[in-house]
C-alpha cells in the first residue's frame, strides 16, 4: 500500500524529497529534482553551505547559481541544518561522504550519522 502511494507521489511529482548531504553528488541531485517539480529539502551539517543554497548560489561549479537562484525562488528548494525536518519527506536519498581509510575500507560512520538522524525523526518505535 505505502509503495503504491509512493509511486503515485512520484508521478504526479508531489514526493517531497530529502537528499542528505549537499556535495558535488547532492547538490545537482536536490537541484535537479527541484528543476523537475519536485518539493527538494537538503540536509546538511555544514551552515555555510546552507546558507549559500538558501541565498540562490552555488558552491559547486557544475551547478549554476541560476538554477539555484531559480529553485529556491520557486519555494521547491531549500537547505537545513533542521534534520526534524525529515519527518515531512516522502523519499529520502543519502549522499554523505565515504572515504577511504588506510586499509582501503569505506568510512561508513557519515552514512551511519544520517542513517541516525532518519531513525530519529522518521521511523516510529513500538
Ligand atoms: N563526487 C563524485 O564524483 C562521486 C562519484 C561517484 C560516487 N560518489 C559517492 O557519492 C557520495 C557523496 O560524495 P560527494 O562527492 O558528493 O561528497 P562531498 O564531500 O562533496 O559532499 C558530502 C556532503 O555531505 C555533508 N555531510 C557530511 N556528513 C553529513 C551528515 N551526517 N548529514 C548531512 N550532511 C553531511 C558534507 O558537509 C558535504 O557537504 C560518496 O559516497 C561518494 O563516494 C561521488
Known sequence: MIK????????????????????YVGLPLATEFAGR????????VDEKKVAEINAGRS???DVAAESIKQAVDAGRLRATIDF??????????ICVPTPLRKT?????????????????HCVAVN
Open 37 to 44: 517539480g519536485f518539493q527538494a529539502t537538503g540536509f546538511e
Open 104 to 120: 582501503k575500507e569505506p568510512d561508513v560512520s557519515f552514512i551511519l550519522a544520517a542513517a541516525e538522524e532518519i531513525q530519529k
Open 59 to 61: 558552491y559547486i561549479g
Open 84 to 93: 526534524s525536518e525529515l519527518t515531512d519527506c516522502d523519499a529520502i536519498i
Open 4 to 23: 503504491k502511494e509512493l509511486i503515485q507521489l512520484i508521478e504526479n511529482r508531489r514526493a517531497r524529497v530529502a537528499v542528505i548531504g549537499l556535495g
